[in-house]
């Protein structure tokens, strides 16, 4: 098989998938059409509607841009049909029913942003910061009738470091799914439409990534220090833990926490107590004090702690829960 041979749809919405199409567009893969999400409603009242990240470069770059409101939707379907695709790429989109995913002759292949079988689902990027991961990466497998447990082509390690917030492992995955998605294509070319794939093995606990809501990235005070520390990273910049903030009168006002840096100072107050001095906010988790380093109020624009000092009275009879 030939790499003139492939054509190709694409399916994805966000930034992160950008980095993969325009790699497919780089590397000269023919994309006979791209498949996205329709235009969402935005502004006070919704009466703009904001194209995807994907359907803005596709159409810079004249490919052919597929909306439907529902994958299984007959006229969509014809459509999808029409383009004669022998392979579609997936990456950040959508679940597909069998009738879409098993359209091609060579199958569709998603770039998944995490080392399966560990976290299948919708957020693998934040719950594996959440869960103070050292490494993650990124995976290629063939869809099937299940989320995310097609059989693996492909897998690129990514190391998290420390002190990494979900958009530093954002970005680095997003240039390494472009990567992995070009040497998929190179197995498949040089494997006649066929590269070797291989069941996925779960050994030991799996974690999962389901979506996240607003509900999800309230803080627990009651876990240690650590874990909030690896909780708030793992949400920032967005969609941000957050917490909400006590005065003395019981008055309580959300406060979104982005960055925090761990200490070994044990806490002498109660959980989520609040210590500060002139430069420094801590909160009190279970075991030790975690320092609070950037955060926002509602309806406030995003301050380091020195800033949200000079504007507070008496914080030692404040709290967080």
């Given at each position: ?5 492939l054509r190709i749809v694409f399916m994805g ?89 098993a359209m091609p002759s060579l199958g569709t ?213």
């Amino acid at each position: 098989m030939k790499k003139e041979d492939l054509r190709i749809v694409f399916m994805g919405t966000p930034e992160f998938a950008v980095q993969t199409l325009k790699a497919l567009i780089d590397n000269d893969y023919h994309v006979v059409a791209v498949v996205t999400q329709p235009d969402k409603p935005v502004g006070r009242h919704g009466s703009v509607l904001q194209p995807s990240a994907v359907k803005q470069f596709a159409l810079a770059h004249q490919l052919p841009v597929l909306q439907p409101e529902k994958m299984k939707d007959p006229d969509f379907v014809e459509a999808l049909r029409s383009y004669d695709a022998n392979l579609q790429v997936v990456v950040a989109f959508r679940m597909l029913p069998e009738v879409v995913w098993a359209m091609p002759s060579l199958g569709t292949f998603n770039v998944h942003a995490a080392l399966l079988p560990q976290y299948r689902g919708a957020a693998p990027i934040n719950w594996a910061v959440i869960n103070g991961e050292t490494r993650t990466g990124v995976t290629t497998f063939f869809l099937d009738h299940d989320i995310d447990t097609g059989r693996i082509i492909m897998q690129l390690p990514f190391d998290i470091p420390d002190d990494a917030d979900a958009a530093y492992v954002y970005d680095g995955l997003m240039n390494l799914g472009a990567e992995i998605c070009i040497q998929t294509l190179e197995r498949i070319v040089q494997a006649d439409g066929h590269p070797e794939s291989v069941e996925q093995c779960a050994d030991g606990e799996l974690h999962a990534a389901p979506k996240i809501f607003k509900e999800t990235c309230q803080i627990d005070w009651n876990s240690s220090a650590r874990q909030v520390y690896n909780f708030v990273r793992g949400l920032s910049p967005s969609p941000g833990a957050w917490t909400t903030l006590k005065s003395p009168e019981g008055n309580g006002v959300v406060m979104k926490i982005f960055r925090t840096t761990k200490t070994s100072m044990s806490g002498t107050g109660r959980v989520g107590q609040i210590v500060a001095d002139r430069k420094h906010l801590y909160v009190t988790a279970s075991d030790e004090l975690l320092q609070i380093d950037e955060l926002q109020l509602a309806g406030k624009k995003r301050m380091d702690a020195a800033a949200f000092l000079n504007g507070m009275k008496n914080l030692e009879n404040y709290f967080v829960v």
